[in-house]
């Protein structure tokens, strides 16, 4: 699975990457926050990822696809 890196919602997927729990801190006055994760294990944790795809068959432009109990299990940030 290919994905771009973004500036909102990523970090359940560094949690999946990394290990560790997200620690958010606000920046106020700005209203940004910083989001920072230490490295930790990877035991116990999944996730369900749900992907769009075309499904000529039934007339349906697109179609979900679940992959229940998925692991990150390799990644490279280019």
Not at 4 to 29: N, Y
């Given at each position: ?45 999944s996730l369900t990822i749900q992907k769009g795809v075309p499904e ?23």
């Amino acid at each position: 699975m290919e994905l771009p890196v973004t500036d909102r919602s990523m970090s359940l997927l560094w949690k999946h990457m990394l290990g560790g729990t997200p620690v958010i801190t606000d920046t106020a006055p700005t209203g940004g926050k910083i989001h920072r994760i230490q490295p930790g294990p990877l035991a116990g944790k999944s996730l369900t990822i749900q992907k769009g795809v075309p499904e000529p068959v039934t007339g349906n432009p697109v179609s979900a696809l679940n992959y229940i109990g998925a692991r990150v299990t390799e990644w490279t940030l280019g």
